[in-house]
Structure formats: structure tokens, C-alpha cells
């Protein structure tokens, strides 16, 4: 589908300076928090975004091959976890917890604020999007896997300040590394970014987070 | 009489690598069952080293798998790198785990999918030349609590 133009050194130069610059944001972030006073008064493990950050104009595909843009995104909340199924530690195990998180959580058709559970891969070229479904829906058969066109995939991890690079990535080559973000990322009914969830991540905590999020910021 | 000193140390040190293969102890060793489409899986274990010596893991394969890797899992800046360990050392009278979010057996292009209840036969090959094959359970594990 698509090969990195970048070499393996420019990206990592790529990434690092990107790491520093979302560190230096990140903690500007959190004295423009604590300076307005606007931390919730329940103690929060996750970032709150306030105001909350608006997403908009990506184009990407569901597992099912609909459009997933920012009017999916709305409606309802939105965990979104960023990976690639040829990963076997931390997105099987976060996908785990999702699905532990998302039984702590009511939902059903009729609970019209239980979230929605994405997994987006950023590797379309070894994640197709039938492969996606039968990875994701492995987990709980309510997750939506995500993927598309690596620009459209970086639209959105750019706005949502996830972090992604390959590594040792050659042409044709499907044996390489993906590095990754393992934050948890909550984005409200309106498709807003919110919350950013910080790694190890833990069932009873997110949904407790959610719960909380929720109810101070609206359903 | 110097014939006699070779041969000597090298019995010594036959008995000795074989000691070593044999004190590599294996502790609780399991293979997370996936996605019947994963691409790769995990292996976990507890590598007890008892002898006095060193031991070092050199390669490790399974005739279930394309490859089998050692991968350590490392956070820098936010970000979850995964880096490749040609060789895994464990030190004299003490333990490596290879756990969740670690140290990791990297079950690389399985042959086919995997259910729980059935098992795994990984090879370690050690830097002694000696060999020491352990049979994983796979399991369906839940979240981490």
C-alpha cells in the first residue's frame, strides 16, 4: 500500500524531536492546568483536555470498509488505542483490558453513554481490514478496528499527539518493528478529545476515569 | 600424563555444561492465546539459573513458529519501543522474567492458530553449544488487575 519515504535515521531524528516537543507541551499543559485551577476535584490518573481539543479531517476505513472520519466520532464517546497486530505484548494486553474496562461499564443499545472501543492500526501494510476485524472482534465483538492511507493515519495521530515510527523498515520487507503510543485516548460525544490516559493501563481505573469524565464533562 | 589432564578438564567441562542445561529451570511458562489471525504471540516465562556459572541463551526456535525472538518491551518518552536480545544472560543462582510489558519470547508467523489447552515446544539454544527445550501451556488470560 504505501512505503515510508523517510529513512530509518530521519524518522527516529523524527520521533525524537516529536517526543520532546509533545513532553514540553504536555508539561506546559499541566502548569496552564494547575495555574487556571481547573484540575476536577477527583483525583484523575488521565490528562483532561480543557477545552477539549477538536478532531477533525482525517479520512480512514472501519473494519468493515465504511468511512471513519470525524463524523463517526460523534454521538457517543470514543476510547481509541493506537497499535498493529504484529505486536504481541502491549496491544493484545490493552485490548485486554479494554474489553475488561468495557464490561465494568454499562453499555448495550440502550445506554446511549457507553462508549465505543477502537483499535486503529498504524501499520496498513501488513493489517488489512479483514485481518483487523477478526484481531479486534477477538477481543469483544463490539471493537472497531480502523486503518488507512499512512498520511490519513498521521491526520489523526498529529491531532491526538500520538506517537508512531518503523523501525528497520525496508522495502518489502514485512519483518520490522512498530514503535508506538500506548496512551488510551477518550474523545467526547462531539468528537473532542478530552482525556489521554496514561499507560499501565487498568480495567477498574479507566472505567472509574470514564465514570468521572462523564459526568463532569457531560454526556 | 598431560594426555591424561586433557582429557581430564575436558570431561570437567562436559559434565559441567551438561549440569548447566539441565539447571536452567523453567517457572511459570505460558503462551497467551490470540486472535486466531495474530501474526505473532507471546511467550512468557521464568528462567531460574541455579549453577554457579552464567548461562546465556543464544537463539531459540520452535518448529511451530517461523522465529522465535527475545524481545525486551522499553517506554521511552510516552512510547513503547520493542528491542530484539541476540543473547539473554541469566546471571549465577538468580532469575530473568520474561513477563507482561518485559522481557518477552517473540512467537513470530505461528503455523497455525493456537487454543488454550494445548502446548508449545520452545528450543533455547544455550552459549554452552548444549540445547534445552520447554514446553509452553497456552491460556487465556485476562486483563492485568
Redesign the interface.
Known amino acids: 500500500m504505501h512505503t515510508r519515504k523517510l529513512s530509518g535515521i530521519t524518522q527516529i531524528r523524527l520521533?525524537i524531536i516529536v517526543?520532546?516537543l509533545?513532553?514540553i507541551a504536555g508539561f506546559g499543559l499541566k502548569q496552564l492546568m494547575r495555574s487556571s485551577g481547573s484540575q476536577p476535584a477527583a483525583k484523575l490518573q488521565a490528562t483532561i483536555l480543557e477545552p477539549p481539543h477538536v478532531v477533525k479531517d482525517f479520512r480512514l476505513l472501519d473494519h468493515d470498509g465504511k468511512p471513519f472520519t470525524s463524523a463517526s466520532l460523534q454521538g457517543h464517546w470514543s476510547f481509541l488505542f493506537f497499535g498493529y497486530?504484529?505486536?504481541?505484548?502491549?496491544c493484545?494486553?490493552t485490548l485486554?483490558?479494554m474489553?475488561?474496562a468495557w464490561q465494568l461499564i454499562p453499555h448495550g443499545a440502550e445506554v446511549k453513554a457507553a462508549p465505543k472501543m477502537y483499535f486503529v492500526s498504524v501499520d496498513p501494510d501488513?493489517d488489512s481490514l479483514k485481518?483487523l476485524k477478526?484481531?479486534v472482534q477477538?477481543?469483544d465483538p463490539s471493537f472497531i478496528g480502523v486503518t488507512g492511507p499512512l498520511d490519513e493515519i498521521d491526520k489523526l495521530t498529529n491531532q491526538l499527539m500520538v506517537?508512531?515510527?518503523y523501525?528497520d523498515k525496508e522495502k518489502d520487507s514485512d519483518?520490522y518493528?512498530v514503535?508506538?503510543?500506548?496512551?488510551l485516548l477518550l474523545l467526547d460525544p462531539r468528537g473532542r478529545l478530552r482525556a489521554i490516559l496514561?499507560?499501565?493501563h487498568?480495567?477498574?481505573n479507566i472505567a472509574r476515569e470514564f465514570r468521572i469524565i462523564r459526568r463532569q464533562y457531560g454526556d | 600424563m598431560r594426555m591424561k589432564y586433557i582429557s581430564c578438564f575436558v570431561l570437567l567441562y562436559l559434565v559441567t555444561i551438561i549440569v548447566q542445561a539441565a539447571e536452567l529451570r523453567i517457572e511459570n511458562g505460558y503462551v497467551?492465546e490470540?486472535?486466531?489471525?495474530?501474526?505473532?504471540?507471546?511467550g512468557y516465562l521464568t528462567l531460574v539459573n541455579t549453577t554457579n556459572q552464567p548461562i546465556t541463551i543464544t537463539a531459540s526456535r520452535s518448529d511451530e513458529f517461523k522465529r522465535v525472538e527475545i524481545?525486551n518491551?522499553m517506554?521511552?518518552?510516552?512510547?513503547?519501543?520493542?528491542e530484539?536480545q541476540d543473547r539473554l544472560t541469566i546471571p549465577a543462582h538468580a532469575k530473568v522474567s520474561l513477563e507482561?510489558?518485559g522481557y518477552?519470547l517473540?512467537?513470530?508467523n505461528p503455523r497455525r492458530a493456537f487454543r488454550a489447552g494445548e502446548k508449545i515446544k520452545i528450543t533455547f539454544v544455550l552459549s554452552s553449544g548444549k540445547q534445552q527445550t520447554v514446553i509452553l501451556p497456552v491460556k487465556k488470560?485476562?486483563?492485568?488487575?
Open positions: 520521533i517526543a520532546v509533545s513532553l497486530t504484529n505486536c504481541p505484548d502491549v493484545p494486553t485486554k483490558v474489553q475488561a501488513r485481518s477478526q484481531y477477538y477481543f506517537l508512531y515510527g523501525e519483518q518493528v514503535n508506538h503510543s500506548a496512551q496514561p499507560p499501565p487498568k480495567a477498574a | 497467551p490470540a486472535p486466531p489471525v495474530a501474526p505473532v504471540m507471546a524481545h518491551m517506554m521511552h518518552d510516552g512510547m513503547m519501543h520493542m530484539k507482561p510489558g518477552h517473540m512467537l513470530i488470560t485476562a486483563a492485568p488487575e
